[in-house]
T-cell receptor, first 112, second 112 residues
Framework: NAGVTQTPKFQVLKTGQSMTLQCAQD?????MSWYRQDPGMGLRLIHY???????DQGEVPNGYNVSRSTTEDFPLRLLSAAPSQTSVYFC???????????FGDGTRLSIL | EDQVTQSPEALRLQEGESSSLNCSYT??????LFWYRQDPGKGPEFLFT???AGEEKEKERLKATLTKKESFLHITAPKPEDSATYLC?????????????FGEGTQLTVNP
């Protein structure tokens, strides 16, 4: 089925480790974004991309890197994991504009 | 700073008992207001976009309305499968590349 695919679904890291959260979409959407969802807070934008080769920072970018080498893929890298990055991470895409049309099912990340 | 407040935080209804969820917002230059549904362990699912005061959108038992200060999601004769968390988000600014601000959501439970 067409949509946004995120891997892994669950991950436990130790403080200081690095990892990459994968996101892929097969709808040829130009806009892709990464959000984190924490209890008691709304979804917050981490980074976004308006097309291959173009990325920009969102509301909470510190500690994360992104790149967009193809239209389909938009990985999120944690450089040196910290307990404050324990969260559920969602990748989203849209045909036009930053308002998400399709979300992946999330990656649940715990940093010990 | 853009703000979005959803109320109530949680709502329990009996099957068939109609009610409304509220999303109040403070933004400078509303571009669009969005409603999403989120099931446990899943990513949000897009429901509606509203662009101007007075606009209404309907989908099955759901109807979304918009005023200059708030939006309502009316649920008519709900069924247990309508149980989910409903998220509201606003987009302000002049372009479709403007960021969204999400509310914390209303957790709806519909008992049979």
């Amino acid at each position: 089925n067409a949509g946004v695919t995120q891997t892994p679904k669950f991950q436990v890291l130790k403080t200081g480790q690095s990892m990459t959260l994968q996101c892929a979409q097969d709808m040829n959407h130009e806009y892709m974004s990464w959000y984190r969802q924490d209890p008691g807070m709304g979804l917050r934008l981490i980074h976004y991309s308006v097309g291959a080769g173009i990325t920009d920072q969102g509301e909470v970018p510190n500690g994360y890197n992104v790149s967009r080498s193809t239209t389909e893929d938009f990985p999120l890298r944690l450089l040196s994991a910290a307990p404050s990055q324990t969260s559920v991470y969602f990748c989203a895409s849209s045909r036009s504009g930053l308002q998400p049309q399709h979300f992946g099912d999330g990656t649940r990340l715990s940093i010990l | 700073e853009d703000q979005v407040t959803q109320s109530p935080e949680a709502l329990r209804l009996q099957e068939g008992e109609s009610s409304s969820l509220n999303c109040s917002y403070t933004v400078s230059g509303l571009r669009g207001l969005f409603w999403y549904r989120q099931d446990p362990g899943k990513g949000p699912e897009f429901l509606f976009t509203l662009y101007s005061a007075g606009e209404e959108k309907e989908k099955e038992r759901l109807k979304a309305t918009l005023t200059k200060k708030e939006s309502f999601l009316h649920i008519t004769a709900p069924k247990p499968e309508d149980s989910a968390t409903y998220l509201c988000a606003v987009q302000a600014g002049e372009t479709s590349g403007s960021r969204l601000t999400f509310g914390e959501g209303t957790q709806l439970t519909v008992n049979p």
